[in-house]
């Protein structure tokens, strides 16, 4: 069966699961929900679909074995990196311009105020644990490209092809359909000039039977996993294969620490999807745990962030809201999600001592 690759699913990984809906699906745009609020432990990812359940259970399993909220989310962050259906992270996850998967990642561990990332790291299907090692085995913060795989190598981690039959599919039909002032076409295209019909007539005709429809857009799917454990400590990840077809080199938010991911041990966590460059310009994260250690709850520091984002482009003149989700969580065990620019209801796989359920946040502005 052809699967459907839409904007929306690969941006937030928002598939169907039949799970229980904590949140009000018929919210409308610009509701805020009061803070939700859980016993501890607590571990959420932003990821709302069958391997977001399956990164909450392997998650929860250290978490009720009184394991740490650090290894809870690498184990959680791990399941989904190696994904090979997931197209935002990790192992199929989609490529730069050029065809080459650079992958980013970020972890925090608020127990010992540490902080770990790698950038456009290639060939390695588990950059978390790869920004894991860079925390607990090296004096530094950040690793970037060949000297972030050569740093992963020493460790024993071994390098595949990350490129998919399916990722590579769509990224070369992204290649033939992102300009027709180039010489790239889809295989049917000279069938299709001498029938008369325009370049896109073949996009839903890819050979490995997918859904092609949306393809050429471009893709910011993300991953953020946050946890409390039993004793109050607080970790997160966040990991991407970033913005589809980004310029070679691009480095988006997720392994700038404070912009893709912050934790605060004293107050909590918070993670970021979508449109990178404006999370990195805003520090969102940051500024999401900062809202929180005034009193703000998750959900509404979440919907803090998205006002100031747009505040800020409005007051230079700018009417644009880029499509950007945030969640986050407290050590009350309270959590939140938001998102903007985006149509539909955003969601998260939250995982506490009593469920295990999709929890839906808040619109705060519609698509343009
Ligand atoms: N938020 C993922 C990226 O922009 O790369």
């Known amino acids: 069966m052809a699967k459907n690759l839409t904007r929306r699913g690969f941006v937030h990984g928002g598939l169907g699961l039949g799970l229980g809906s904590m949140g009000l699906a018929s919210l409308p745009i610009g509701t805020r929900l009061r803070a939700q609020t859980v016993e501890l432990p607590l571990v959420i990812t932003s990821h709302a679909n069958a391997t977001g359940r399956e990164a909450m259970r392997q998650s929860w399993e250290i978490l009720a074995g009184g394991g740490s909220a650090l290894d809870a989310v690498e184990r959680g962050a791990n399941v989904i990196e190696v994904d090979p259906e997931d197209f935002s992270v990790g ?8 065809g080459v998967v650079q992958l980013d990642a970020s972890i925090m561990d608020g127990r010992t105020y540490s902080a770990g990332s790698v950038a456009s790291l290639e060939k390695i299907v588990t ?9 607990e085995r090296t004096d530094h913060v950040m690793l970037v490209g060949p000297g972030a795989l050569d740093f992963a190598k020493s460790f024993g981690f071994e390098e595949v092809e990350l490129l998919t039959p399916e990722a590579r599919e769509i990224w070369l039909r992204w290649r033939e359909h992102h300009s027709d002032q180039d010489d790239w076409g889809p295989p049917d295209h000279l069938r299709g000039r001498a029938e008369g019909l325009d370049r896109d007539a073949a996009r839903d005709a890819g050979p490995l039977g997918l859904d092609l429809t949306g393809s050429i857009e471009h893709h910011y799917g993300t991953t953020n996993v946050l946890a409390v454990d039993a004793s109050g400590d607080v970790a997160g990840i966040t990991t991407t294969s970033g913005l589809s077809w980004k310029v070679n080199g691009r480095v988006g938010d997720s392994p700038i620490i404070g912009a893709g991911l912050y934790v605060d041990n004293s107050v909590g966590a918070a993670g970021a ?6 999370v990195i310009k805003s520090c969102a994260s940051h500024y999401i745990v900062m ?21 800020r482009y409005r007051a230079v003149g700018l009417d644009f809201v880029p499509e950007e989700k945030f969640v986050a969580i407290n050590k009350a065990g309270e959590y939140g999600c938001a998102w903007m620019g985006i149509d539909g209801v955003p969601s998260m796989t939250v995982r506490t001592p009593a469920s295990l359920d999709v929890f839906e946040g808040t619109s705060l502005y519609g698509p343009a």
């Open 127 to 135: 950059p978390s644990s790869v920004a894991r090692l860079v925390m």
């Open 91 to 98: 192992m199929a996850g989609l490529p730069n311009e050029h």
């Open 273 to 278: 999807t979508g449109r990178g460059e404006d």
């Open 291 to 311: 809202r929180m250690r005034e009193g703000r709850s998750p959900q509404e520091a979440c919907e803090d962030a998205i006002e100031m984002i747009v505040g």
